[in-house]
Nanobody
Framework: QVQLVESGGGLVQAGGSLRLSCVASGRTFSNYAMGWFRQAPGKERKFVATISWSGASTHYVDSVKGRFTISRDNAKNTVYLQMNSLKPEDTAVYYC??????????????????????WGRGTQVTVSS
């Protein structure tokens, strides 16, 4: 089992920044690729970003490219999502997830929810206009 706890959400004005954190416990963190997903009110949960176990490879949904950066610190068992130039449409509950993948590559094939084995409970991000 892997337990994931997100933090760092909050209310921010459009154009502002937030950094989300997700701390993992229970298993060897570096054995897992990590991902961030988000769910807006009344909508399905969708992929945002993913990072390989070493951090060497990342992949983003087009709508956040150039604004969001996913990173990880395996010594701290933590994955981050730095979000800049936030827009009202970024408003959602953000979830981190763990995928037991030994591949050090992440791409468009790693965006499905069903690929991820463990999930956190989410953190709310609200962007006001």
């Amino acid at each position: 089992q892997v337990q994931l706890v997100e933090s760092g959400g909050g209310l921010v004005q459009a154009g502002g920044s937030l950094r989300l954190s997700c701390v993992a416990s229970g298993r060897t963190f570096s054995n897992y690729a990590m991902g961030w997903f988000r769910q807006a009110p009344g909508k399905e949960r969708k992929f945002v970003a993913t990072i390989s176990w070493s951090g060497a490879s990342t992949h983003y949904v087009d709508s956040v490219k150039g604004r969001f950066t996913i990173s990880r610190d395996n010594a701290k068992n933590t994955v981050y999502l730095q979000m800049n130039s936030l827009k009202p449409e970024d408003t959602a509950v953000y979830y981190c997830a763990a995928d037991r993948s030994l591949s050090d590559y992440r791409g468009s094939g790693d965006t499905r929810e069903t690929q991820y084995d463990y999930w956190g409970r989410g953190t709310q991000v609200t962007v006001s206009s």
